[in-house]
C-alpha cells in the first residue's frame, strides 16, 4: 500500500498516510482540521541498469549465468613495454641545435 506525505496549510504539519491508489486524497488535518496539500515525495522505486525488469530477483540459475557472463574464460598476458634508450635525433632536432 503506497504512502503519501501531506502538509497542514494552517498548522504547517507533515504527516504520512497510507492509502490505497483507488483512495481519494485527504483533505483535512489530523490535528487542526485544516486543509492539508498532498506532497510530492521520494519513492523506493529505482529503475537502473541494463534490463531492470529481468534482473531485479533472479532466480539462482540466472544469477549463476550472469556470473559466468561477467568472468572472462581467459585472462590477458600483461604486454610488457620495452623502454628505447637509443638517443637517435631526427634530423629537424640535429639542425635546430647547431
Not at 540459475?61 to 620495452?82: F, H, I, L, Q, W
Amino acid at each position: 500500500m503506497p504512502t503519501y506525505e501531506y502538509e497542514c496549510k494552517k498548522c504547517g504539519k507533515n504527516f504520512e498516510a497510507d492509502q490505497r491508489i483507488t483512495d481519494p486524497p485527504l483533505t483535512r488535518c489530523l490535528e487542526c482540521n485544516g486543509e492539508v496539500e498532498r506532497l510530492i515525495s521520494r519513492c523506493s522505486f529505482v529503475l537502473k541498469g541494463d534490463g531492470w525488469y529481468v534482473t531485479d530477483h533472479p532466480s539462482k540459475e540466472r544469477k549463476a549465468a550472469m556470473e559466468k557472463k561477467k568472468k572472462p574464460t581467459e585472462t590477458p598476458k600483461p604486454v610488457s613495454a620495452k623502454k628505447d634508450n637509443s638517443k637517435a635525433s631526427s634530423p629537424a632536432t640535429a639542425s635546430a641545435g647547431a
